[in-house]
């Protein structure tokens, strides 16, 4: 079985390893939403301590979907030229990177985007938050050329792919979870009504950038919240979004976020590895991976193809050398 070290192709991307960079906002980028000096320096740290793919942070498509004062946005054509320099910066080290795309929906307050947030229903979120405004039909629609035209946008920059952010408790995770839609048209009702939304935005930008370009998902697998997205639901979602198109599934929780209070080592590898199990592309595992041996036993164990290391990349850039050390190779 190929190990944490092991190169892997994705879509025609030579990954020199399994380590991912995931998407970590750092709230540096100017009001604008404008890539700054500091995120370039930030990234190709990461990118020379040795990682095999990086995932730019969760960048906003509307002003609307913002989720935080210095979040990068890519809602317009001028700010097209700092995401080529970042992009160029990170090739330059030898890595490939794909931009987050994502839309707050109600996981945002109403003083960061300038008015009442919108969501799938009129119904907050249940870790708490605004009252949000449901989103009309046409709006929907809005939002939807709104991910395909930052995803022209990243393309146009040189990003090797976008992800799509499906967790989180973000905007596409609440029209995807019982939780938080309760519509009774045809974005809600059921599983096919509630993932309408999300498969219409992967078909959206396929429409865009090509059905070759490298399509991920960040798929909240697991609301972990009594009524809400299940694992068998998240494996059913895995498997719509890879027929639509998508290439690699980026598995991590719902509703209750990307760090739930009770963290376990390796928290969304049992969910990344029932992913695996039902679809035939490549599946990301993440959740407090801290060591190089927990790291090379999801990939030699098959749970997944590939390790997202957090914030142990966060506190130590060089974290690929420290965990090749940790299982005793140079
Ligand atoms: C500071 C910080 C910012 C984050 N921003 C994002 C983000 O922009 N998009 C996303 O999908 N997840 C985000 N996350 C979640 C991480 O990608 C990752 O899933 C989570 O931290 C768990 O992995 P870890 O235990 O290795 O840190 C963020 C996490 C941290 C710590």
Not at 26 to 55: F, M
Not at 82 to 110: E, M, W, Y
Request: some cysteine; charged content about 25%; hydrophobic content about 40%.
């Amino acid at each position: 079985m190929p190990g944490l070290f092991s190169p892997i192709e994705i879509n025609g991307l030579e990954l020199k390893n399994r380590i991912v960079m995931p998407p970590m906002e750092t709230n540096k980028a100017t009001p604008e939403g404008c890539i700054t000096d500091w995120i370039i320096n930030h990234y190709v740290k990461r990118a020379r301590g040795g990682v095999g793919l990086i995932i730019v942070e969760h960048t906003f498509v509307l002003p609307n979907g913002r989720f935080s004062p210095r979040q990068l946005g890519l809602y317009k054509d001028d700010l097209i030229p700092g995401f080529r320099q970042l992009a160029d910066a990170i090739h330059a080290a030898g890595v490939p990177c794909i931009l987050q795309l994502n839309h707050a929906g109600s996981r945002t307050k109403s003083e960061v985007i300038g008015g009442q947030t919108v969501s799938a229903s009129a119904i907050p979120l249940p870790t708490g938050g605004e009252v949000p405004r449901e989103l009309l039909a046409d709006e929907v629609l809005e939002i939807e050329h709104a991910f395909a035209s930052a995803a022209g946008r990243a393309k146009e920059a040189g990003f090797d792919g976008v992800e799509i952010h499906g967790a989180h408790g973000f905007l596409l995770n609440q029209f995807a979870s019982p939780l938080t839609n309760k519509r009774n048209d045809e974005y809600g009702l059921d599983m096919t009504g509630r993932m309408r939304f999300p498969l219409e935005v992967i078909q959206s930008v396929r429409d865009t950038v090509g059905s070759d370009y490298s399509l991920f998902y960040r798929l909240g697998a697991d609301d972990m919240i009594e009524g809400g997205i299940t694992i068998e639901d998240g494996v059913e979602m895995a498997k719509l979004i890879v027929n639509a198109g998508i290439k690699v599934v980026d598995v991590s929780g719902g509703l209750i976020g990307s760090r739930p209070p009770e963290m376990v080592p390796g928290q969304f590898a049992p969910q990344a590895a029932r992913v695996k199990k039902a679809v035939d592309v490549p599946v990301i595992a993440v959740g407090l991976i801290t060591t190089g041996e927990l790291a090379d036993d999801i990939v030699r164990d098959g749970d997944a193809d590939l390790v997202a290391i957090g914030r142990a990349l966060l506190k130590d850039e060089n974290w690929p050398r420290t965990a090749a050390m940790d299982i005793g190779l140079e």
